[in-house]
């Protein structure tokens, strides 16, 4: 076992030692040691109950025959984070769970590994690390949040809280009916209830192969959730037994299997980020090109929340993710041949799944639409490409040429959006907010919402450098690529230019000659700056550009 480098011989007797301090005994020490990592903290409503879920998952352990040690990993709330300096911290924490998660396992030779997130930028991470550390791992994670429920019977969620805000100035709600949004819009732990980042991650895990059934699905507040941890805690005694490890299950074929999956679920534009990153540590180079013949090929299934009505609770009573699967194998989309952290394949995974609500998880012959949920969009202003949720963009918008209207930072957009002096055919763009100009790659979920709240998504365009929530619908398109601060096309824009944008066709494009564009590159100066110390500036000197995942060189 790996951990007989801290427990067995005389050599080792002063590390055992402390493990005596801890309170083990031999029986306990003669068993494989599980790193449990949860990411139990009191901020985050989606890591609220995951210490009940780090039990859950210690019981299956021991149950197994393992010894389970607990360590923990830290997490931000996207949500409380946003729009302030706040969200500049939401995508770097990505790489410090990834790097403190390995410090961790290498300093204290686990045998095998649990993680436990939820949101954000916590369950990437924590792939990244397994990818990276490459022992048996398998996930648990802590489910999504139960949907709102307005006083008229309407079912809520996180982005229409954000958008009554944008109602709010607009003057189409009053503030007792922002009131009302704000006590139900998020009734309980988990993560926010719709087809988010977090959730849109959780549900990959599956795709992927690294977590039982129903991990991306069952809500936080179900029972099944706590059965779901204990059958994981003993699923990784398996893991161990086999010596089945993460780059046994997440290889090339396997992340284009979680690509497929990503289309027809219509999941947040943020995969497009974290893919790319956890196939990194992993040997794998994902190309973003390579998305867009996916998404060709991949009908999008599912329409929830942003993109629809429907939620996570709905999603499982349906069949979950595995019903998603079941549906594209109909056409021969995933590669079932794969192992999974089951010790089974996906073909075996998926014998005997039904899809149990065909008006939640569409039949294949019966799509939303033929092609994915995401699209990739390639021009002359992103000549690196820039993703956008096509699946939550009205149809009128498909196909959009306006003027720009340039803003340097999200704030500056927001005061314009709310003082309404942005109108229907515009394209705010949004820039100095990428992975180094941000620095940290900010969500663009207010200035988003605010849009759409004012009466504006099937009219207005925004393109940025930054990011966008999972909680985004309309025509936001984002990861502009190079970004601003590295000097790309993005800088040059000036206000009044006319952009084109054609999502069917991927295309996005600045309407300037390359003459005009060369002039202006040479008069361009880059900004100082927006942060010189910490952290986030270590950030800015070592990411790379969104189309390569804002990983750290």
């Known amino acids: 076992m790996i951990s007989d480098k801290i427990k067995n011989g005389v050599e080792r007797t002063p590390n055992k030692s402390l493990l005596y301090a801890l309170g083990y005994t031999d029986e306990e020490l003669e068993r494989p040691l599980v790193g449990v990592v949860c990411s139990y903290n009191e901020v985050v409503p989606g890591h609220m109950h995951l210490d009940k879920i780090a039990q859950a998952v210690k019981d299956g352990i021991r149950a197994a025959g393992g010894t389970p040690i607990m360590f923990p990993a830290i997490a931000v709330c996207d949500g409380i984070a946003m729009g302030h300096i706040g969200m500049k911290y939401s995508l770097v924490t990505r790489d410090l769970i990834a790097d403190s998660t390995e410090a961790m396992v290498l300093a204290h030779q686990f045998d095998g590994l649990v993680m436990i997130p939820n949101c954000d930028k916590n369950v990437p991470g924590l792939l990244m690390a397994a990818a990276r550390l490459n022992i048996p791992t398998i996930f648990c994670s802590g489910g999504p949040m139960l949907a709102g429920t307005m006083n008229d019977g309407r ?7 954000f958008e009554a805000v944008g109602a709010y100035h607009a003057g189409t709600l009053d503030e007792e009916g922002v009131r009302e949004y704000t006590e139900n819009a998020c009734p309980t732990c988990g993560s926010c209830s719709g087809m988010y980042t977090a959730n849109s991650m959780n549900c990959l895990t599956e795709a992927i192969g690294m977590a039982l059934r129903g991990n991306g699905t069952i809500p936080a507040v179900y029972s099944a959730r706590l059965r779901l941890a204990k059958h994981t805690g003993m699923k990784i005694m398996e893991l161990i037994e086999k010596d089945i490890r993460p780059r046994d299950i997440m290889t090339q074929a396997a992340f284009r299997n979680a690509e497929t999956v990503d289309m027809a679920l219509g999941c947040s534009t943020n995969t497009m980020l974290h893919l790319p990153a956890i196939a990194h540590e992993a040997g794998i180079e994902i190309d973003l090109d390579e998305s867009n013949a996916i998404s060709a090929r991949t009908p999008n299934l599912c329409h929830l929340a942003p993109a629809g009505e429907a939620y996570m609770e709905d999603l499982e009573r349906a069949g979950g993710v595995y019903a998603v699967m079941k549906e594209l194998t109909r056409k021969g989309l995933l590669d079932t041949s794969l192992i999974t952290a089951t010790g089974k394949t996906v073909a075996e995974n998926l014998e005997g799944v039904v899809n149990r609500n065909e008006q939640v998880i569409r039949p294949i012959d019966k799509p939303f639409s033929p092609s994915g949920g995401i699209a ?43 003082a309404k002096k942005i109108v229907a055919g515009d394209v705010v763009v949004i820039r100095y907010e990428g992975p180094k100009g941000g620095p940290g790659m900010r969500e663009m979920l207010n200035p988003t919402s605010a849009i759409c709240g004012m009466g504006l998504g099937e009219s207005v365009a925004l393109i940025t450098d930054g990011r966008f929530s999972g909680a ?20 040059l824009v000036e206000e009044g230019d006319i952009i084109a944008i054609d999502i069917p066709g991927c295309s996005i494009q600045l309407n300037v000659s390359d003459e005009e564009l060369a002039r202006r590159r040479a008069n361009w100066v880059c900004p100082e700056p927006k942060v010189k110390t910490g952290y986030l500036a270590r950030y800015a000197k070592l990411v790379s550009s969104a189309d390569k995942g804002a990983i750290l060189s």
């Open 155 to 161: 079912r809520t969620c996180l982005s229409h809280m």
């Open 472 to 491: 985004t619908r309309g025509a936001s398109i984002g990861h502009i690529s190079p970004e601003a601060a590295s000097g790309g096309n993005i800088a």
């Open 376 to 418: 990739v969009l390639k021009g002359n202003l992103a000549p690196d490409g820039c993703v956008v949720k096509q699946s939550a963009v009205a149809p009128e918008m498909m196909k959009h040429e306006g003027p720009a209207r340039v803003f340097n930072s999200e704030e500056e957009a927001i005061a314009a959006i709310y």
